[in-house]
């Protein structure tokens, strides 16, 4: 068997190269071009290396990203790919220099020399279906349109509060269609108190609010209160950015709305969404998130303590001398975690189980947030088993 080790540092437009053997020494280095010419080069210098009759699962590839089209070719031509964290590569570099000197030819050998000595500490990256991946892709983009819908939320109210108070007491939702529409429509304090109830009211009608009439009123009252204001240029320019946002926030919500079909119906054909579904807090998208954050690679997670680690579910321990404190993992897939998290606040509602755990942590002396982390960390151990 002969084992070829390479490091990968991947950059935008380009990938430092180094070519290791089992010994340690350099054989190749190059810097590659990012697409076919690259990944075509990578090619032949590995085979000048292995000769005709290698195995290509024995060149183990080191790199610190597992997403992309280059590591899809890597994994088509049957390379062990190892992922590796950018901390644990820093690391590693600490160990054998203490100059503090970094170059992306140094990393690459670095990347090289991780998977030649510490492959059993590294993950490998598993190829997920392409199915899977579709949702991955679909589900992480609906997500950061939340989260920018949200970020101009906060943007809006920020700028109604330096000019136009009376209308964060005149409406609760700010990225409701009928908010929006009433401050596209009159997006300055003056303009807004001449709005008539029959305006209100039919935007209350459109957005499908309940108890119209009350509403109307309550808005209408708000927005006629008297308030402090502002010089009219300065109020004028806040307009402006105002009726840009609510332009922003109007899109951002029918992007949303197209997306979530997107992922309900990439969700509803893969094979283990019913399966995912069972769980209990569960739903279509929450269960995509889920899926497209874990993958569907059948040997990724070796067992559920994996899977919960990878997760940031579970705790860490650091114990020295008389000294051992628990705590929260502060490492993980963001949205992951999320997803996971959402999953346990519902099935607080729904699931008497998951409540008798929650309430069980929750007499032991845990907070909220630990509580529900364990809750958490459970039913992805659950998750584990049924997958």
């Known amino acids: ?212 009439d009350t509403k109307t009123r309550r808005i209408q009252d708000a927005l006629r209160s008297e308030q402090l204001g502002r010089h009219k240029v300065i109020t004028a320019a806040y307009a402006a950015t105002t009726r840009s946002i609510v332009a922003v926030l109007v899109t951002l919500n029918e992007q949303i709305k197209v997306l979530q079909e997107q992922v309900a119906e990439h969700f509803g054909q893969h094979p283990d969404a019913e399966i995912i579904m069972s769980q209990p807090g569960m739903g279509p998208l929450l269960g995509a998130r889920v899926l497209a954050e874990f993958g569907d690679a059948p040997k990724r997670y070796v067992d559920a303590k994996a899977r919960k680690n990878y997760a940031g579910t579970s705790p860490i321990t650091r114990a020295s001398g008389k000294k051992k404190v628990v705590l929260a993992r502060f490492v993980h897939n963001d949205r992951l975690i999320d997803a996971l998290i959402l999953q346990a606040q519902s099935a607080l509602r729904v699931s008497p189980g998951a409540r008798a755990y929650y309430d069980k942590q929750r007499d032991r002396g845990l907070s909220y947030n630990a509580a529900l982390r364990q809750l958490a960390n459970r039913l992805v151990g659950i998750l584990h088993g049924c997958l």
């Open 1 to 212: 068997m002969v084992l070829l080790y390479v490091g990968d540092d991947w950059a935008e437009d380009h990938h430092d190269i180094e070519l290791m053997d089992a010994a340690g020494r350099k054989l190749a280095k190059a810097r590659l071009p990012e697409g076919v010419a690259g990944i075509a080069r990578l090619h032949a210098m590995i085979a000048e290396q292995l000769g005709e009759h290698a195995d290509e699962a024995d060149v183990l590839v080191g790199i610190e990203t597992e997403r992309g089209p280059w590591v899809a070719a890597l994994l088509a031509a049957g390379y062990t790919v190892y992922v590796v964290n950018p901390l644990q590569a820093a690391r590693y570099r600490e160990r054998h220099s203490v100059s503090g000197a970094k170059s992306d030819p140094a990393d690459a050998h670095t990347l090289a020399d991780m998977v030649r000595t510490d492959a059993h500490q590294l993950r490998p990256v598993a190829a997920d279906t392409p199915e899977v991946e579709a949702i991955k892709v679909v589900a992480r983009a609906h997500k950061t349109m939340i989260w920018e819908r949200t970020r101009h939320v906060l943007r809006l109210r920020h700028g109604l509060r330096e000019y136009f108070p009376a209308a964060l007491e005149a409406f609760d939702d700010l990225d409701a269609g009928d908010t929006l529409e009433l401050l596209s429509k009159a997006p300055e304090p003056a303009a807004a108190a001449t709005l008539t109830s029959g305006q209100i009211r039919a935007a209350l009608k459109r957005a499908r609010r309940r108890d119209i």
